[in-house]
């Protein structure tokens, strides 16, 4: 309803007979463009290239797959973050490279659109071969 025009909605109304109120209609319209701005907020926060700083937790939080609240939590527990005025900022490879640590040395990649998976596959192959010859 919120895409149509008032004077179709109004007919439509009369045509029903339900009273429709353009208050409502106004915060349906607001409602719909806040979810449009956050689809493009994280749409945007994907197409970011590895070779970038990621801004803000929505950036990183997309970058590392896991909700906001879960990137902040990391935060406070030694994740690696640059504050720049209102802002937090990191790089992937510091990010990735953190997780690596995280995990007890394990071979971890998060997985980006121009990742080489063959190579990655075959790395975690050596590593758990290593681990077991010793």
């Given amino acids: 309803m919120a895409g149509l025009p008032r004077s179709l909605i109004l007919l439509a ?18 409602k719909k463009k806040k979810v449009q701005r956050a689809a493009k907020a994280q749409r945007k926060a994907r197409r970011t290239s590895p070779a970038t ?7 990183i939080s997309a970058f590392l ?20 005025g209102r802002f937090v900022t990191a790089t ?3 990010l990735t490279k953190w997780l690596g640590r995280e995990v007890g040395g394990e071979p971890v990649q998060v997985a980006t659109a121009d990742l080489d998976l063959s190579k990655e596959l075959k790395r975690g192959l050596a590593f758990v071969r290593e681990q077991k010859n010793l």
Avoid at 65 to 84: E, I, N, Y
């Fill in 13 to 30: 109304s009369v045509l029903i007979g339900k009273r429709v109120s353009f208050g409502l209609l106004r915060s349906m319209k607001a």
């Fill in 53 to 59: 700083t990621l801004k803000g937790w929505q950036q």
């Fill in 65 to 84: 797959s896991q909700p906001v609240s879960v990137a902040q939590r990391w935060a406070k527990d030694g994740m690696p973050l640059k504050r720049q």
């Fill in 92 to 94: 992937p490879e510091e």
